[in-house]
């Protein structure tokens, strides 16, 4: 199945200082959305999942390499980038840090 992308500022500001850190990872974070498989992935909340994905730049494999928190929203066909970072700069994100990502990025998409 195939999902439309839904970026929202927040995760952008996000992105933003990685993409200038990590060669590649911009094409490497749009391959792991569109290979996005529910079974494949861990369901850590309701409709939010954690996916582990890697770029070449980095020579490591995904155990090492960057976290993608995201919402899937089956009925409306989307997927919704929620939070991200790479495991070398911190070890787990906490459940508050999430669902304050995710509070905002609700508010986001309901103003758009």
Known sequence: MSYQIVLTSHFRKQLKPLLKKYR?????LVDAIKDFNSTGNTL??????????????LHRGKSGAFRLYVY??????????????YKGDKENLTTGELEKHAEIILSELQQM
């Open 72 to 85: 899937v929203f089956e009925m409306d066909n989307q997927i919704v980038p929620i939070t991200i970072y």
């Open 24 to 28: 590649g990872i911009d094409k490497s």
């Open 44 to 57: 850590v909340g309701t409709e939010i999942y954690k996916l582990r994905f890697t770029t070449r730049s």
